[in-house]
């Protein structure tokens, strides 16, 4: 996005300014920019014509290597400084007194204790995949809302550059190899090439998909906020299936796949609420 952007640019500036070069590895997608037959800007609108074309023309690459101890060189001393600081609180980041007493004491309901960093990542891979033994059924499972194991709960990682989709493919042919190859252990990489369509539009369409009238350029008109919009975010829609989700994400900050389709559509199509209302709602909560 734009703000993502804009902060590369100013770390980028931020590290010239201590002595040091940024480097940039293209890692965010299964399949590498570079390696697509047709170039992002004229890449088809639809998923399964784009997807066929990918799949017939491209190879998904090799992760890359983990760097050896000091392969990257000394830290500049400003750097070094910051880092001695330690991360800024919580409240020092601006959360409010209600925010921090969530992040200390979870919801006890809970989907899952999402942990950041690239070890929490590993450790659910290694659970999810190898312990469990959960990819072999992933593609009956997958859809649904209750529970830790029904789909991969990889994504906030993944949002995170925490874990990369390369290194997730990787291990499910490592699964395929080593204990069974079936519909599900393909749907895995069928969601993350979904992932890298969604990605990639993103990166064709700019800005253009946080604007009302979205990529397609459609001109609907929109009842905007109001106690709709009140209802919907509280989980008082009067709908159980909409309401029980909308309150999980409230106080877990956890939805499923199913259920963020599910709420969207009411919020959107039935309650004819302004579509970036509820993004802005999903941007700041999930």
């Not at 990542?121 to 809302?145: H, K, P, S």
């Not at 989709?165 to 395929?176: Q, T």
């Not at 499923?256 to 970036?276: E, F, H, P």
Request: aromatic share 10%.
């Amino acid at each position: 996005t734009a703000e993502e952007l804009l902060v590369d640019d100013n770390l980028e500036c931020s590290l010239q300014a201590q002595g040091s070069v940024l480097s940039k590895i293209w890692g965010a997608t299964l399949y590498h920019r570079d390696d697509l037959k047709t170039p992002v800007s004229a890449m088809q609108d639809v998923f399964t014509p784009w997807k066929d074309e990918v799949e017939s023309s491209c190879t998904i690459r090799d992760c890359l290597p983990c760097p050896r101890a000091k392969e990257l060189g000394e830290v500049p001393a400003g750097l070094r400084k910051l880092a001695e600081d330690g991360v800024p609180s919580l409240e020092a980041l601006g959360f409010s007194d209600e925010e921090i007493r969530t992040v200390e004491h979870p919801d006890e309901r809970r989907v899952l204790s999402f942990v950041g960093g690239e070890d929490a990542a590993l450790a659910r891979v290694e659970d999810y995949i190898w312990r469990e033994d959960c990819l072999r059924q992933y593609f009956e499972t997958r859809n649904g809302m209750i529970g830790p194991n029904y789909s991969t709960k990889f994504s906030p990682w993944l949002a995170l550059g925490c874990i990369s989709p390369r290194y997730l493919h990787h291990e499910a042919k490592r699964y395929e190899a080593e204990r069974v190859q079936n519909k599900s252990t393909y749907w895995l990489t069928w969601e993350l090439t979904c992932r890298d369509f969604y990605r990639f539009k993103c990166l064709k369409y700019g800005t253009a998909i946080f604007k009302l009238r979205g990529m397609a350029n459609v001109e609907k008109t929109w009842r905007g906020a109001g106690e709709e919009l009140e209802r919907w975010q509280a989980g008082r829609t009067g709908i159980p299936l909409v309401d029980a989700n909308m309150r999980e994400l409230l106080l877990t900050g956890f939805m499923s796949n199913r259920g963020r389709q599910n709420v969207a559509s009411y919020l959107t199509q039935d309650l004819g609420v302004d579509w970036r209302l509820g993004a802005a709602w999903f941007e700041e909560h999930l």
